[in-house]
């Protein structure tokens, strides 16, 4: 398996991976000149965040998407995954943990972070398995949101 930052030859899977991701756990087809505008605005503009990709034999088979957030109170950065999606065929293979050491490692070089934080459906209770088994804990912190219309 080779773990590598996600390029604009990317894009198709990406985009492919989101939009099975927000059907599996939440049933929603997001529109997809949207979501690749999205996607490729994250691959075109580096300072916003990073894909990881994991391929074996050449086929991407799991990614995820770093951005980042500024912690004045920790002069830091938080590593927010996000867009997670291995394939169903892939998953239990240990997929998801490389990447998210792939990206403890790459935070490490640059010496940079306050933590990784993620958020996950209250449902989905494999992925919550999954991340506590890598050393992650469930926040304090509740999440409110105000969608722009």
């Known amino acids: 398996m080779k773990i590598r930052k ?8 990406l985009v492919n991976f989101n939009q099975a991701m927000a059907m599996e756990t939440e049933n929603l087809q997001l529109d997809n000149d949207t979501l690749t505008r999205g996607v490729n605005g994250l691959l075109s503009h580096p300072e916003r965040g990073f894909y990881l990709v994991a391929e074996v034999d050449g086929a991407i088979v799991g990614s995820l998407m770093v951005t980042f957030e500024w912690s004045d109170w920790r002069a830091s950065q938080y590593y927010w995954i996000q867009s997670v999606y291995i394939r169903p065929q892939n998953r239990r293979q240990g997929i998801y943990g490389k990447l998210y050491q792939a990206v403890k490692d790459m935070a490490a070089a640059k010496g940079d972070a306050a933590s990784f934080r993620l958020y996950v459906e209250h449902e989905n209770k494999p992925a919550q398995s999954t991340y506590e088994a890598l050393g992650m804990e469930q926040s304090h912190y509740l999440m409110y949101e105000e969608k722009v219309k």
């Open 6 to 13: 996600g390029q604009l030859t990317d894009l198709t899977a």
